[in-house]
């Protein structure tokens, strides 16, 4: 593997796309983002290529996401804006999900965020016993995005509602069971699946290996019946009176994470049930560029990951505090002249 951030070869039949930063688990930077789009876009009228296959370089992970301390910077002018990274980004999830060929995604180790993005829309999703699958960004003040919430809203009852305000990490079998992976290959059958793809398909028995049983699937109850509705301070209460450890676990997960971005998450989760996957990354945009203007963002990447100190000053504090008002604002229409991406569907 050479130094470049994202390694790009033809294999035989196979487009073969590696992310390549593992020291920050593949983080996404703009560079990346242009360069998987342009082969994808290049491959998708090339007859000697008859499917793609993106993976990571390294041991830890597909994609840990975006790079956040790439998004602080430009939260303060020292690097590209967010809006446009996102504007780019977002147009690479599109493509992925409206690609005319079959794409092969290893969604090995952590997968998580933007590394959802580059995986969850393709059209076979390979887990491994090292799989831990989600969408954090609540941690940070900050609402799901890159279509993540296309597939959580889509969920078996309200898992997906859990795992988008939650942050939750799925293993392989939860991924699965969820409809964020497909496939359950072991790690040490990677190389020869990936020799498979070389001669130009995706064998029929790729999901000839049984997954784990889901550990979500016994938690189905006490989820479904608590994060219904669309009141998070109802949804919290009804968390802390539950006897299951897991959903008093998941109270005090919620207790610490930004009022704004829960009731903004959980709002963005009802609406994208309705919506297709180009109708949930424009809804993604707006939504993140109002982040951009509240204070949560920069508190929370500040405490969860430049400080550590991972005690983030939340404004407003209190679940009250943020109204109806307050989180109907985050999904108005975009000044006129703001970039916006240039979805597949549409082209």
Not at 186 to 194: F, K, R, V
Not at 262 to 267: A, D, N, P
């Amino acid at each position: 593997m050479n130094d470049e951030p994202v390694v790009i070869r033809q294999e035989n039949h196979l487009g073969h796309i590696t992310l390549n930063r593992p020291a920050q688990i593949n983080a996404l930077t703009i560079e990346m983002v242009h360069r998987v789009q342009e082969a994808l876009v290049r491959w998708a009228d090339d007859p000697d290529i008859e499917l793609v296959l993106i993976d990571g370089a390294g041991e830890r992970g597909l994609c840990a996401g975006g790079d956040i301390r790439l998004l602080y910077q430009g939260l303060t002018g020292e690097a590209i804006a967010p809006t446009a990274f996102w504007a780019d980004e977002y147009a690479m999830n599109s493509t992925l999900g409206h690609y005319p060929k079959p794409v092969v995604a290893y969604m090995a180790g952590i997968t998580l965020g933007g590394g959802v993005g580059i995986s969850g829309h393709c059209s076979v999703r390979i887990v491994t016993e090292t799989s831990k699958v989600g969408m954090p960004e609540t941690a940070i003040g900050l609402c799901p995005d890159v279509g993540g919430l296309h597939l959580l809203s889509r969920a078996p009852g309200e898992l997906g509602t859990h795992a988008a305000l939650t942050g939750a990490r799925f293993t392989a079998p939860d991924a699965i069971y969820a409809g964020l992976a497909d496939h359950f290959v072991p790690s040490s059958q990677l190389d020869a699946l990936t020799e498979q793809l070389r001669q130009g398909s995706v064998p029929p028995d790729v999901g000839r290996h049984p997954a784990p049983e889901p550990e979500l699937a016994v938690d189905q109850g006490w989820i479904d019946e608590c994060y219904a509705g669309s009141d998070v301070e109802v949804i919290v209460q009804r968390l802390a009176e539950r006897s299951e450890p897991g959903a008093r676990a998941a109270a005090g997960v919620l207790a610490s994470m930004s009022p704004t971005a829960l009731k903004v998450t959980l709002e963005a989760t009802r609406r994208a049930a309705e919506l297709t996957l180009d109708e949930v990354l424009d809804q993604d945009l707006r939504v993140g560029s109002r982040f951009l203007e509240h204070p949560d963002l920069a508190e929370g990447i500040r405490a969860m990951i430049i400080d550590k100190d991972r005690r983030p000053r939340w404004n407003p504090a209190r679940l009250s505090e943020v109204s109806v008002a307050d989180v109907a604002s985050f999904f108005e229409p975009l000044p006129p002249g703001t970039r916006t991406p240039d979805f597949a569907g549409n082209r």
